[in-house]
């Protein structure tokens, strides 16, 4: 009896510890990332100091407190309900990317565009040499769907052969 007792909760032990972690309030379901480009009028976009520099400001300027508080505001979202990931450069361009995370899809896209609409209004009055110009907003895709659609077209490509 004592055994059957111990395989059954071992059984529901998962399905229990699944069901509490689903039901967390301040999961982190969507990503949403801004892209914008920075133009300066100097030659410092040559040199590769340039942009750690400036993605170091852009990331504690969006860190801030008060930043939270404003990016809420102007979201209509509750400051818990979203967390910036990083800010990065976008491959082989001029452009910097600002990833924001949250458990609403909309609140994290409406967060995640008026994070450069504060920091084009931050360069604009603190350094006018350098111009920020918004490209747009996306839901990136989850690395583990890209990799499973590259294994599926490797697959596929060494079944019926190259494609053209």
């Not at 480009?37 to 410092?44: A, C, D, I, T």
């Not at 458990?103 to 111009?131: H, L, M, Q």
């Amino acid at each position: 009896m004592k055994r059957k007792v111990a395989i059954i909760a071992l059984l529901l032990l998962p399905l229990i510890i699944l069901c509490v972690l689903s039901q967390l309030p301040h999961q982190r379901r969507w990503l949403a990332m801004s892209r914008f480009k920075l133009e300066e009028g100097s030659n410092n976009l040559n040199n590769p100091y340039f942009y750690q520099q400036q993605i170091h400001t852009i990331s504690n300027l969006l860190c801030s407190s008060e930043c939270s508080n404003e990016l809420a505001g102007a979201s209509q979202v509750k400051d818990i309900d979203f967390m910036l990931m990083e800010v990065s450069p976008v491959r082989s361009t001029m452009a910097l990317s600002v990833r924001y995370a949250g458990s609403d899809s909309n609140g994290v896209e409406r967060v995640a565009s008026n994070a450069c609409v504060i920091v084009e209004r931050f360069y604009s009055t603190n350094d006018p040499t350098i111009k920020i110009t918004y490209w747009d907003t996306v839901f990136p895709e989850p690395a583990w769907r890209r990799n499973l659609e590259y294994w599926i077209w490797r697959v596929n490509r060494e079944i019926h052969g190259t494609f053209r």
